[in-house]
């Protein structure tokens, strides 16, 4: 058995817009509805909803059946949680709150066997089968995507020496908590928030590099990828369900006689 191709980072590497959820339901089920969508990947979050490995587990299980590939973001840059994830089948992260090359290289080191890095060797594991998959060793490295995560201003300023670091697969900004650090708490969609992403986002195109974000429009997600972004989650399952409930209730209540 071979390892399977991870039709998401090739789909970066080669230019080709991929587009994106974020999964914060921590369910198997919603899961299993956003895989058969047509997204093509799907972020399942452990910084900012209760998952843990267990719950993940289970997602990328209920996943398996559709196309969309789970990238997945852990609550640190933490080589324990990287080690154990990867061992039950992650085949890509977005590490979260990376400030400056040191700590981008520290990422990518988790997920590397050593001399490259620390990773924990364990011979049968989901990840390979269970020992099955007889050239995992060789090729893991190939097909996992390493993301990192800018959030700050400093860090911002930091994106050329982040990009250029070995191993990082694609630099994704999040806008939130870089509106936060410019005083602008809770309006991730400010113009100045955009303008300094976007000075930014030319610095890893100028790499080579791919770029992300998160934005909760459709139509931001189309202007991003016109612009040269290639990773855009538009929008999250908790946003669909929460407005979507909003919206039936407000709709019934409007055409009640009394």
């Known amino acids: 058995m071979k390892l399977a191709r991870n039709t998401f980072k090739a789909a970066i590497a080669g230019g080709k817009p991929q587009i994106g959820l974020w999964n914060s339901l921590c369910s198997n089920f919603a899961a299993d509805v956003v895989s058969s969508t047509g997204f093509d990947w799907a972020l399942l979050d452990m910084e900012h909803s209760p998952n843990d490995e267990r719950t993940v587990l289970g997602?990328?299980?209920?996943?398996?059946?559709?196309?969309?590939?789970?990238?997945?973001?852990?609550?640190?840059?933490?080589?324990?949680?990287?080690?154990?994830?990867?061992?039950?089948g992650?085949?890509?992260?977005?590490?979260?709150?990376?400030?400056?090359?040191?700590?981008?290289?520290?990422?990518?080191?988790?997920?590397?066997?050593?001399p490259r890095g620390i990773r924990g060797v364990s011979m049968a594991q989901r990840g390979n089968k269970f020992?099955?998959?007889?050239?995992?060793?060789?090729r893991f490295e190939d097909e996992l995507a390493?993301?990192?995560?800018?959030?700050?201003?400093d860090a911002l300023s930091r994106t050329a020496e982040i990009t250029a670091v070995d191993g990082v697969d694609g630099v994704f900004f999040g806008p939130a908590d870089i509106a936060a650090d410019m005083g602008l708490l809770g309006?991730?969609?400010?113009?100045?928030v955009w303008a300094a992403i976007g000075e930014a986002a030319k610095v890893v195109h100028a790499a080579g590099k791919p770029t992300g974000t998160l934005v909760q429009s459709a139509d931001k997600a189309v202007e991003l990828f016109n612009d040269g972004f290639s990773f855009v989650a538009c929008g999250s399952d908790l946003g669909l369900l929460a407005r979507g409930a909003d919206a039936l209730l407000a709709n019934v209540k409007s055409g009640l006689s009394t």
Not at 62 to 67: E, L, R
Not at 99 to 109: D, I, K, L
Not at 131 to 138: A, I, P, S, W
């Open 59 to 88: 997602q990328m299980q209920a996943m398996q059946q559709g196309d969309t590939v789970p990238i997945i973001r852990p609550p640190w840059n933490d080589f324990v949680m990287i080690k154990r994830l990867l061992d039950i």
């Open 90 to 114: 992650a085949c890509g992260f977005l590490f979260p709150m990376i400030q400056n090359a040191e700590e981008a290289a520290s990422a990518v080191a988790a997920t590397r066997y050593p």
């Open 131 to 138: 020992g099955r998959v007889t050239d995992y060793f060789e």
């Open 146 to 153: 390493v993301l990192v995560q800018i959030e700050t201003r």
């Open 187 to 192: 309006q991730a969609a400010h113009p100045d």
